[in-house]
């Protein structure tokens, strides 16, 4: 069964009145952050220390750019950070961007040239599906693409690298939970504050990669 168009219309105003509205969405343009989602890098950063001087950072789905612009300025000149994502990136000082899809050929080979031989310390990923309405199928995709992103880390990461992905409480959850528990030393939840609090969305914090 399809969803309404007049109620996903509605959903859609609601949104946007939220938004607007949302403290950490008029922080951002205060601040100047690309998007009220630097705000949960900075809090889980806060906490983790993840974004340290030197730090190589490759962020997957990075558009608008919020994270990457954290990043950037966490770690510094002597830091890397390299932003991928499908669609465009306006440029931002510190950051590298490719775009393209992550898992083609192409674009690994232009990640390894920018690269210059450095190991990825940090994958870090906020992506989320374009959302249909249909919960079951939402939730299915959310979870792909975490899969897909825990993927590329474990390719890419340096041994005791570490992982940061957005998560959605529901079907599949527990069974990525748990595979990120093989892979990693450690894993903990985190859920910060500009996560709003209705949103079943979580983050899950993989550090130490095993071999």
Same mark, same amino acid.
């Given at each position: 069964?399809?969803?309404?168009?007049?109620?996903?219309?509605?959903?859609?105003?609601?949104?946007?009145?939220?938004?607007?509205?949302?403290?950490?969405?008029?922080?951002?343009?205060?601040?100047?952050?690309?998007?009220?989602?630097?705000?949960?890098?900075?809090?889980?950063?806060?906490?983790?220390? =993840? #974004?340290?001087?030197?730090? /190589?950072?490759?962020?997957?789905?990075?558009?608008?750019?919020?994270? &990457?612009? %954290? *990043?950037? $300025?966490?770690?510094?000149?002597?830091?890397?950070?390299?932003?991928?994502?499908?669609?465009?990136?306006?440029?931002?000082?510190?950051?590298?961007?490719?775009?393209?899809?992550?898992?083609?050929?192409?674009?690994?080979?232009?990640?390894?040239? =920018? #690269?210059?031989?450095?190991? /990825?310390?940090?994958?870090?990923?906020?992506?989320?599906?374009?959302? &249909?309405? %249909? *919960?079951? $199928?939402?939730?299915?995709?959310?979870?792909?693409?975490?899969?897909?992103?825990?993927?590329?880390?474990?390719?890419?990461?340096?041994?005791?690298?570490?992982?940061?992905?957005?998560?959605?409480?529901?079907?599949?959850?527990?069974?990525?939970?748990? #595979?990120?528990?093989?892979?990693?030393?450690?894993?903990?939840?985190?859920?910060?504050?500009?996560?709003?609090?209705?949103?079943?969305?979580?983050?899950?914090?993989?550090?130490?990669?095993?071999?």
């Amino acid at each position: 069964m399809k969803p309404s168009p007049i109620k996903k219309n509605k959903t859609s105003k609601q949104w946007m009145r939220e938004h607007v509205n949302d403290p950490y969405v008029q922080l951002a343009q205060k601040e100047g952050y690309r998007s009220r989602a630097a705000y949960k890098l900075l809090e889980i950063d806060a906490k983790d220390h =993840l #974004l340290k001087p030197g730090t /190589v950072v490759v962020d997957l789905g990075a558009t608008p750019g919020g994270w &990457s612009q %954290v *990043a950037a $300025a966490k770690v510094g000149r002597n830091g890397k950070v390299i932003a991928l994502d499908l669609l465009p990136l306006t440029p931002m000082a510190g950051v590298e961007f490719i775009q393209g899809d992550f898992r083609d050929d192409a674009v690994l080979k232009q990640l390894e040239e =920018l #690269l210059h031989g450095k190991p /990825v310390n940090l994958v870090i990923s906020d992506m989320a599906p374009n959302i &249909s309405g %249909v *919960a079951s $199928a939402d939730q299915a995709r959310a979870m792909h693409l975490a899969e897909l992103a825990m993927e590329f880390a474990l390719e890419h990461l340096e041994r005791e690298g570490s992982f940061l992905v957005k998560v959605f409480q529901g079907s599949g959850f527990e069974d990525f939970y748990k #595979l990120m528990r093989s892979r990693f030393a450690k894993v903990v939840t985190r859920k910060p504050k500009a996560s709003r609090d209705r949103s079943s969305e979580l983050y899950l914090l993989g550090t130490g990669k095993l071999e």
